[in-house]
Structure formats: C-alpha cells, structure tokens
C-alpha cells in the first residue's frame, strides 16, 4: 500500500524583500516573487553537535527551536510541518546544512520531537517561509 502526501497550506503574512524560490535540487534559493511551500526530507542534529559553534555564531542547543538551511538567510524562520504526523513547528536557521544528499533541512532535537519524526531519523516535510531576518 502506498502512503499519500498531502500538504497543509497555511496562510501567512506578506514578506518584505527576497523570499524562498526552488533551484533544480529542490533547495531554497533567495528571490522574489510569491511565497513557495518547498518539499523535502529533513532530518535531525544527533547529540555530538550539542555545544559546536553553527554558522551562526552561536553555540547548537538541542532544546532551541532552530534548523539549518543551505541557501536560506540565517536568521530567516520557516515553517516545517510533517504530514505524517499533521505537526507543525515554526524554527530560526542559524545554521548551514544539512549536507547529504536528498536532505533539505536538519532540524534541533527539539524541533524534531515537537513534529514526531525522531524515531526514523528522516522524514518527509514541506518548509514555508514566516520570515525573513531584519
């Protein structure tokens, strides 16, 4: 038996500047236009990166709500929700990754458990930008 995808669209303010486009890899890219909702594959922080400095500056917390992103601004805050679970959490990029292929986003431990998604390790999920830094 096959499993469906379904997105949740969910309404969100205006941006004020560039927003999210898909380049070829289906990786947000800076650009204008309209507001996307991107598909992807997100995965989790495991625990040896706890205390490591992130792109960022600042030092990663498993407890924080935060994420990275290849292309995003750092500081931007997306959306992530996991269909399989219809859980929703709203994270900070303050870091760059993830770095394996077919990966989209690596998500906090905490963002992870908040969306359901920490016992496969990997998970299908579509990322809407909130908002942009500044």
Same mark, same amino acid.
């Given at each position: 038996m096959r499993a469906a995808f379904f997105a949740v669209i969910l309404p969100v303010a205006p941006l004020r500047g560039a927003i999210a486009d898909v380049d070829w890899r289906g990786h947000a890219i800076a650009s204008s236009g309209d507001t996307r909702v991107l598909h992807g594959r997100a995965s989790f922080y495991g625990?040896?990166?706890i205390g490591r400095e992130t792109a960022s500056g600042e030092r990663y917390d498993a407890d924080a709500m935060t994420a990275a992103h290849k292309t995003l601004p750092i500081g931007t805050k997306v959306r992530v929700? @996991?269909? !399989?679970?219809w859980r929703t959490v709203v994270v900070r990029i303050n870091d760059r990754g993830p770095y394996l292929r077919g990966r989209s986003i690596d998500l906090s431990? !905490? @963002?992870a458990r908040a969306l359901g998604i920490t016992g496969g390790?990997? @998970?299908d999920v579509t990322i809407e930008v909130v908002s942009l830094p500044g």
């Open positions: 625990n040896r990166f929700t @996991a269909p !399989s679970t431990r !905490s @963002a390790g990997v @998970a």
